[in-house]
T-cell receptor, first 115, second 111 residues
Framework: SQTIHQWPATLVQPVGSPLSLECTVE??????LYWYRQAAGRGLQLLFY??????ISSEVPQNLSASRPQDRQFILSSKKLLLSDSGFYLC??????????????FGQGTRLTVV | GEDVEQSLFLSVREGDSSVINCTYT??????LYWYKQEPGAGLQLLTY?????DMKQDQRLTVLLNKKDKHLSLRIADTQTGDSAIYFC???????????FGTGTRLQVFP
């Protein structure tokens, strides 16, 4: 069966510090991978998605970046965090099959607080 | 562009029906989804509907799709306290792998 791991669960970081959130998927190959941010009152905002190794699509211009060094690994990074980067970050994967439903399976999320 | 809107809050009495509404702007969506988020957790898929369907029923859940008005709704019959959560509608965009979510509706069920 497929599983998705996301860590850490909570993180408190000072303004200006770097960020690295990691997400890995097991039990599937060549998944679509997604990073979302959930902020209060703003719903679930798509930040990045990837359809393959090294292929990253950015949805929102910001000081965050994403990388996919391996097929089932997706990393969200920042060189210098801002207060506005605080939020609940969710990683998700879906099957990469043409014409199939894009049912997404979510990790448990990372609560990031920038202080 | 792609935009999915929902009302932020809904409060219902236990046993009543809940109707959560969603509007979307992109007419090229292939599937539309309803996800449920328990407090402090990730999202789980509740149900989905293909864009060429008008209605789908799954036990207590009924999904209605009005393509002309780009309006999607989720009806929960006999709402229970365990249904209290945030409900997100989402659309997948044709010919891409993008999955766009709405703002979420917080459903509160009171006895």
């Amino acid at each position: 069966s497929q599983t998705i791991h996301q860590w850490p669960a909570t993180l408190v970081q000072p303004v200006g510090s770097p960020l690295s959130l990691e997400c890995t998927v097991e039990g599937t190959s060549n998944p679509n991978l997604y990073w979302y941010r959930q902020a209060a009152g703003r719903g679930l905002q798509l930040l990045f998605y990837s359809v393959g190794i090294g292929q990253i699509s950015s949805e929102v211009p910001q000081n965050l970046s994403a990388s996919r060094p391996q097929d089932r690994q997706f990393i969200l990074s920042s060189k210098k965090l801002l207060l506005s980067d605080s939020g609940f970050y969710l990683c998700a994967w879906s099957d990469h099959r043409p014409g199939a439903t894009t049912e997404a399976f979510f990790g448990q999320g990372t609560r990031l607080t920038v202080v | 562009g792609e935009d999915v809107e929902q009302s932020l809050f809904l409060s219902v009495r236990e046993g009543d029906s809940s109707v959560i509404n969603c509007t979307y702007t992109d007419s090229s969506s292939t599937y539309l989804y309803w996800y449920k988020q328990e407090p402090g957790a990730g999202l789980q898929l509740l149900t989905y509907i293909f864009s060429n369907m008008d209605m789908k029923q799954d036990q207590r859940l009924t999904v209605l799709l009005n393509k002309k008005d780009k309006h999607l709704s989720l009806r929960i019959a006999d709402t229970q306290t365990g249904d209290s959560a945030i409900y997100f509608c989402a659309e997948s965009i044709r010919n891409t792998d993008k999955l766009i979510f709405g703002t979420g509706t917080r459903l509160q069920v009171f006895p």
